[in-house]
């Protein structure tokens, strides 16, 4: 069974920073591209960062450049994703997707909330 288990979130304040995990098991983690979504209350969601497995190429929304840092561990099986500068409209639950070849597997998502 494929999971991805997302950890990290919880409440900051405007300005502070944190670092989410992703924890995959059940795939061959290497060979998967990793992304990061977020949903805020809305009805639209938004890919903000993505490592490559290639080459572990990073993209990122520009809504959160220059702020946010994608990272991998293949060792771990795990992608990170830190988060500085935190803003009240970075509040989302944030989920991590893993895809490769047609195969696509989501983590049920940690809550970010950042107060004003």
């Known amino acids: 069974e494929v999971r991805l288990v997302e950890s990290g979130g919880g409440t900051v304040q405007a300005g502070g920073s944190l670092r989410l995990s992703c924890a995959a098991s059940?795939?061959?983690?290497?060979?998967?591209?990793i992304g990061w979504f977020r949903r805020a209350p809305g009805p639209e969601g938004e890919g903000i960062a993505l490592i490559s497995s290639v080459d572990g190429s990073t993209h990122y929304a520009n809504s959160v450049k220059g702020r946010f840092t994608i990272s991998r561990d293949n060792a771990k099986n795990t992608v990170y994703l830190q988060m500085n500068s935190l803003k009240p409209e970075d509040t989302a639950v944030y989920y991590c997707n893993a895809f490769s070849n047609g195969m696509d597997y989501w983590g049920k998502g940690t809550l970010v909330t950042v107060s004003s």
């Open positions: 059940g795939l061959s983690f290497a060979e998967y591209d």
